[in-house]
């Protein structure tokens, strides 16, 4: 319950501090906010071109595929880097004031979540445009159940970026390996691939299993495109047009652990960090 209550005391300064991460983005800028769907609209049309004509992939769903997986763990790349350092970078402010230093951790997975709708936007006219070009429906039904998978996404996020943030705390050389980690982590994710091609590598396809990402992407997959492709749809006889009920259960269980996690690392050293900052 303290943590809600820390949450609703400080939603002012979270709100302000998302808004000027926002808001400073593309702020030197000549298209300025216009960016946050301009970048990802041209991010798309670069890997369309990169894997679609020079690879020869002849999938018409390939695109989306790729993109798909691209977008949601560019969310969890951006939301994770700057949370790893927020802590540090607000030094003078949580010096000045009494503020939870875990609200700033917050303000960048909200604004990695934000970003996270912009390249949705942008995925849309993205999708239309390859519908027409390549022929096929790229659409799914299912795509208003995004939705169900954002607080579990913004939590995951949360939980790991904090506890990253009290990390870097203490051990400042977490901010090298924590990109190499990334690299692995991204490559563990089917996000270029089929996770299909290491069925017959039972050990291999257990650890991609393990992986949250794996789960997420494939969630949001199903949501995206597949009810229109029909590839690996299955339907809950209870809520029968939510896709994969039972993987919307591991999202959420993943982002109880990760929240978890984070916030018990930083319950523990809250009172230490002030002095290491």
Known sequence: ?????????????????TRKQIKTQYRDSTFGFIWTILNP?????????????????????????????????????????QALGS?????GLLLRTRTDL??????????????????LIALVPFMIWL????????FSYQLPFILLMLPALLLFEYGLG??????FVFFRDIKHLYGVFLTLWQYLTPIFYNVKVFKEDDITYKIIQLNPMFHFVNYFRDCVYRGAAGQDLRLNQIA????????????????AVSLVVGYGLYFLLRKRIITNI
């Open 131 to 138: 519908s027409i070009q390549q022929g096929v429906n790229l």
């Open 1 to 17: 319950m303290s943590f809600l209550k820390n949450k609703f005391k400080n939603k002012d300064i979270v709100f302000e501090l």
């Open 41 to 81: 609209l041209l991010n798309m049309l670069v890997m369309w071109v990169v894997f679609q004509n020079f690879f020869g992939v002849g999938d018409p769903y390939y695109p989306i595929y790729l993109l798909t997986g691209n977008i949601i763990f560019a969310a969890l790349r951006s939301s994770t880097t």
């Open 87 to 91: 802590i540090v970078d607000n030094r």
């Open 102 to 119: 875990n609200v700033f951790p917050l303000s960048n997975v909200l604004t990695s979540i934000v970003n996270f709708g912009f390249s």
């Open 162 to 167: 904090l506890f990253l943030g009290v990390l």
């Open 240 to 255: 029968p047009f939510i896709p994969h009920f039972e993987t919307l259960g591991v999202l959420y269980l993943c982002a």
